[in-house]
T-cell receptor
C-alpha cells in the first residue's frame, strides 16, 4: 500500500510516440521526484519539484519533459525516446525538498520498441 | 559521479539464517537510509539513521550509522521467505541522495 500512485504501471511505446507518465501523492507532501531505475544500476535522480517549481534537473535529455501542475501531481512527458530509455520510472515525494525519508510509488515499467 | 559501494551484490541463504549487508562511501553523509524493493513495486523505507553511531531496530532488522559517517550496515535476523527482495542503501547530504546498487536476497525454505 502506498500514498504515491503511478499510472500506467506498464507502457510499451515506439520511438516516435508521445506518452505521459502520471504520479499522484496523497501524503500532503510539497516535494516530488522522478527517478530512473535501470537493471544493475543505482537509482538515478532525474527531476525534483518543490512547491510546483523545478529545483533540480540532472542533465536529463530534452525528450523527457516534466510537469508539476500542483503539489499533488507530477507528470513526465515522453517524446521520441530511445531503446536505452527502457527502464522503471519511479516517482517519490517528501514533506519538503530533500527532507527524508522519500516515499516511492510502484513505478511505471517503460519499454521502448 | 558519486557512488555507494554496496555489498554483497546478492545472497542466497536458508530460512532462519541471519543476513548482513553494508554500504561504504568515500564521502560523508548526514543520513543513511535502507529501503527494500519487492518485484514489481517501488522501494519501501525500512530504517532511517540520522546520527553517527546510531543503532536502530525495526523488528528483525537492525541498522547502524557508521561512526565515520561514511558507512552503514543492515542486519536481518532469522530470515523468512518474505525477506526476499532487493535491499538498497542511500546516503543523504544537503541536496544529494545517492543510492547503492542493491543487494538481492534470496531465501530458501
Amino acid at each position: 500500500e502506498t500514498g504515491v500512485t503511478q499510472t500506467p504501471r506498464h507502457l510499451v511505446m515506439g520511438m516516435t510516440n508521445k506518452k505521459s507518465l502520471k504520479c499522484e501523492q496523497h501524503l500532503g507532501h510539497n516535494a516530488m521526484y522522478w527517478y530512473k531505475q535501470s537493471a544493475k544500476k543505482p537509482l538515478e535522480l532525474m527531476f525534483v519539484y518543490s512547491l510546483e517549481e523545478r529545483v533540480e534537473n540532472n542533465s536529463v535529455p530534452s525528450r523527457f519533459s516534466p510537469e508539476c501542475p500542483n503539489s499533488s501531481h507530477l507528470f513526465l512527458h515522453l517524446h521520441t525516446l530511445q531503446p536505452e530509455d527502457s527502464a522503471l520510472y519511479l516517482c517519490a515525494s517528501s514533506q519538503v525538498w530533500w527532507d527524508q525519508p522519500q516515499h516511492f510509488g510502484d513505478g511505471t515499467r517503460l519499454s521502448i520498441l | 559521479g558519486q557512488q555507494l559501494n554496496q555489498s554483497p551484490q546478492s545472497m542466497f541463504i536458508q530460512e532462519g539464517e541471519d543476513v548482513s549487508m553494508n554500504c561504504t562511501s568515500s564521502s560523508i553523509f548526514n543520513t543513511w537510509l535502507w529501503y527494500k524493493q519487492d518485484p514489481g513495486e517501488g522501494p519501501v523505507l525500512l530504517i532511517a539513521l540520522y546520527k553517527a553511531g546510531e543503532l536502530t531496530s525495526n523488528g528483525r532488522l537492525t541498522a547502524q550509522f557508521g561512526i565515520t559517517r561514511k558507512d552503514s550496515f543492515l542486519n536481518i535476523s532469522a530470515s523468512i521467505p518474505s525477506d526476499v527482495g532487493i535491499y538498497f542503501c542511500a546516503g543523504h547530504r544537503t541536496d544529494k541522495l545517492i543510492f547503492g546498487t542493491g543487494t538481492r536476497l534470496q531465501v530458501f525454505p
